[in-house]
Nanobody, 123 residues
């Protein structure tokens, strides 16, 4: 089973950018679809973006309006989330997750999760 560790979170001003990374170990990374999720205080965990095993297929939460980009590097066992034009409502703990097989936007279809990284958007 793959082990996931997120990094790159922090405090950023509205309109700023951040790049989150998720390093995977302990499994055949290219056999897993990957997803980024977030959870704000008092709210349910929600999908942000997902990417297929090859990287050619992606899914984005529609409300993001193109501000986030998910990518993966199977040679480096990493998946990234580039976030631009950040807004206060993007403040949350961001998690990466993996699932064997195809891409999915459903959190209950992911079986391995990282510990999360905090993103705070505030002036």
């Amino acid at each position: 089973q793959v082990h996931l560790v997120e990094s790159g979170g922090g405090l950023v001003q509205p309109g700023g950018s951040l790049r989150l990374s998720c390093a995977a170990s302990g499994g055949l990374f290219s056999s897993y679809a990957m997803g980024w999720f977030r959870q704000a205080p008092g709210k349910e965990r929600e999908i942000v973006a997902a990417i297929s095993r090859s990287g050619f297929g992606t899914y984005y939460r529609p409300s993001l309006n193109g501000r986030f980009t998910i990518s993966r590097d199977n040679a480096k066992n990493m998946v990234a989330l580039q976030m631009v034009n950040l807004k206060s409502e993007d403040t949350a703990v961001y998690f990466c997750a993996s699932r064997p097989g195809g891409i999915s936007e459903r959190k209950n279809e992911y079986d391995t999760w990282g510990q999360g990284t905090q993103v705070t958007v505030s002036s």
